[in-house]
Nanobody, 126 residues
Framework: VQLQASGGGLVQAGGSLRLSCAAS????????LVWFRQAPGKEREFVAG????????YYADTMKGRFTISRDNAKNTVYLQMNSLKPEDTAVYYC????????????????????WGQGTQVTVSS
């Protein structure tokens, strides 16, 4: 499966962005989808995840209330709506999925995910 992330860009603090990640090569409807991010000099960190059914969502504490993950299985796509952005949200954002179907709950360990998108840069200016 190939993942293609898009939607990043430069935004002022307090602004919003919507990231998209389109999968190809295989349907991801039976697989959890997640977003991670990595800032320069820092480890990759979990941002949000959504279960294969779309009924359960998971967020890192610092993103709760500001970010919303959703999926459209008909389009084989996962989204990340980011509101109230802060300069500390600046990072490369990656989408990912794994090879284990129906995994619940969604795990925040990046080592569990086998397929990664190329990343999209999000820069938040103060």
């Amino acid at each position: 499966v190939q993942l293609q992330a898009s939607g990043g860009g430069l935004v002022q603090a307090g602004g919003s962005l919507r990231l998209s990640c389109a999968a190809s090569g295989r349907s991801v409807s039976s697989y959890a989808l997640v977003w991670f991010r990595q800032a320069p000099g820092k480890e990759r960190e979990f941002v949000a995840g959504i279960s294969w059914s779309g009924t359960r969502t998971y967020y890192a504490d610092t993103m709760k209330g500001r970010f919303t993950i959703s999926r459209d299985n008909a389009k084989n796509t996962v989204y990340l709506q980011m509101n109230s952005l802060k300069p500390e949200d600046t990072a490369v954002y990656y989408c990912a999925t794994d090879r284990v179907a129906f995994r619940t709950p969604v795990d925040s360990d990046p080592r569990l995910y086998d397929y990664w998108g190329q990343g999209t840069q999000v820069t938040v200016s103060s």
